[in-house]
């Protein structure tokens, strides 16, 4: 299993923080497009790194078109020699609309034609073929050699896709080279929805599963003290009820006949009532949507549960020290 962590924050402690992160046996490091753009702080991190993979997890997909993504992930993969992979997902029909101010379709269908335009473009770039991509949603019929990349070296990033749903985790494995499965997410969710929407996808694609990649992260409580432990659970409740209150995650709550619970906690997200709404999320829920428990009980909880399933996952396990950090790390690593 592969292990990843995510990239600071802040750009001007890049250099430091990615040099620490490969030292302590990390595979990989991600960005995610919350407050800040994920591409940007990859490319820092690529000038000061050699080994690390440097993935976006995730960039939003809708609200750039398949040319600019084209762009900025043949850049980056090209400037760190290979080490790039374009993680993408849809966003929610507010969010593309009401932030990004761009069109709204239907997200899984779109998410594959725009997928397939960009493995046109970069099928132009790379091995010379034709640019005639027409699409519902895009068309890219034109290129010129003044707007062809030159440094083609490394070949196309590996694009990796988001999903909750059935519909749209059918599409990474069919048009994807790896599926990120939702931290929002539950085992018995994943056996019984995603892992067969992902072999229906690989089967129309005719593809084995053993080029396809799955990553996954449940939520960790944990902490090298009762203090530590306190914040992590209070953390991992905020961002449960948060994710809860989208009505598109509600058959996530369902497989557990916890339905009601998504309605309650959307009605309250709507009054602003986002204190109240963590205090909602039990220590049952925890349990199931993620591993809590000591240190010394994390990865052994993730290996059980997850690890037949999961190629690669993320953890910064901030709630150690350094040492205790790379042990788990490594765990995961050899598990």
């Known amino acids: 299993m592969k292990v990843d962590t995510h990239l600071t924050q802040d750009w001007t402690k890049i250099p430091e923080h990615i040099k620490r992160v490969e030292a302590e046996g990390y595979d990989g490091v991600g960005t995610a497009e919350m407050n800040h753009d994920p591409f940007f702080p990859l490319l820092i991190g690529a000038e000061h790194s050699e080994r690390v993979e440097l993935r976006t997890g995730i960039a939003v997909a809708f609200a750039r078109s398949p040319m600019t993504l084209a762009n900025q ?47 046109a473009i970069w099928a132009n770039w790379y091995e010379g073929a034709p640019l005639r991509f027409e699409g519902k949603y895009y068309q890219h019929t034109l290129m010129t050699p003044a707007f062809t990349p030159e440094d083609t070296q490394f070949g196309a990033p590996k694009v990796i896709l988001a999903a909750v749903g059935p519909i749209m985790t059918e599409v990474a494995a069919e048009v994807g080279d790896g599926l990120i499965i939702h931290p929002f997410s539950n085992e018995k969710y994943i056996r019984e929805v995603t892992l067969p929407a992902v072999e229906r996808g690989l089967a129309k694609a005719g593809k084995k599963r053993e080029d396809f990649e799955i990553s996954y992260t449940p939520f960790v409580v944990s902490g090298k003290d009762e203090q530590t432990f306190e914040a992590e659970k209070a953390t991992a409740k905020a961002r449960i009820s948060f994710y809860g209150s989208t009505p598109a995650y509600k058959q996530v709550l369902g497989v557990h006949g916890w339905g009601d619970l998504q309605l309650e906690l959307n009605a309250m997200s709507k009054q602003g009532q986002w204190k109240e709404m963590a205090e909602l999320i039990n220590d049952d829920i925890l349990n199931v949507m993620g591993v809590m428990g000591e240190p010394d009980q994390v990865v052994t909880e993730i290996l059980a549960r997850y690890g037949d399933f ?26």
């Open 73 to 119: 992930a043949h850049d980056l993969n090209a400037y760190s020699k290979g080490r790039f992979t374009l993680g993408l997902g849809s966003q929610i029909r507010a969010h593309i609309t009401k932030r990004f101010s761009m069109p709204w379709g239907a997200p899984a269908a779109q998410m594959r034609e725009l997928v397939l335009a960009m493995r």
């Open 310 to 335: 999961t190629d690669r996952t993320s953890g910064a396990f901030s709630f150690v020290e350094t040492e205790k950090r790379v042990e788990m790390v490594s765990a995961l690593r050899a598990g």
